[in-house]
């Protein structure tokens, strides 16, 4: 059975940084797209970054130029680097597959940007 476990959230204040991690349990890791997604309250949940196997990235045009997304497929983990960081990223960020698949949502992990 495959499971994704976010780590690495908190609260930070604005123009902070935090780096969330996302260990996959699945032994063929670095062949699938992978991407972070965060749902903030009262609000749907939105693709904030994807990776592709190969490494090639996408960002929505919210985060661009503030969060960096990479893998290390030896350990099975994909990143995400948010610097500048802003009280509208305030969310829980979850990681799956992208497209996501349904049966893989984990808890996620909380990130709250607040003076």
């Known amino acids: 059975q495959v499971q994704l476990v976010e780590s690495g959230g908190g609260l930070v204040q604005p123009g902070g940084s935090l780096r969330l991690s996302c260990v996959v349990s699945r032994i063929i890791f670095r062949i699938y797209a992978m991407g972070w997604y965060r749902q903030a309250p009262g609000k749907q949940r939105e693709l904030v970054a994807r990776?592709?196997?190969?490494?090639?990235?996408n960002y929505a045009d919210s985060v661009k130029g503030r969060f960096t997304i990479s893998r290390d497929n030896a350990k099975n983990t994909v990143y995400l680097q948010m610097n500048s960081l802003k009280t509208e990223d305030t969310a829980v960020y979850y990681c799956?597959?992208?497209?996501?698949?349904?049966?893989?949502w984990g808890q996620g992990t909380q990130v709250t940007v607040s003076s």
């Open positions: 990776i592709a196997s190969g490494g090639s990235t």
């Open positions: 799956n597959e992208s497209p996501p698949s349904p049966k893989y």
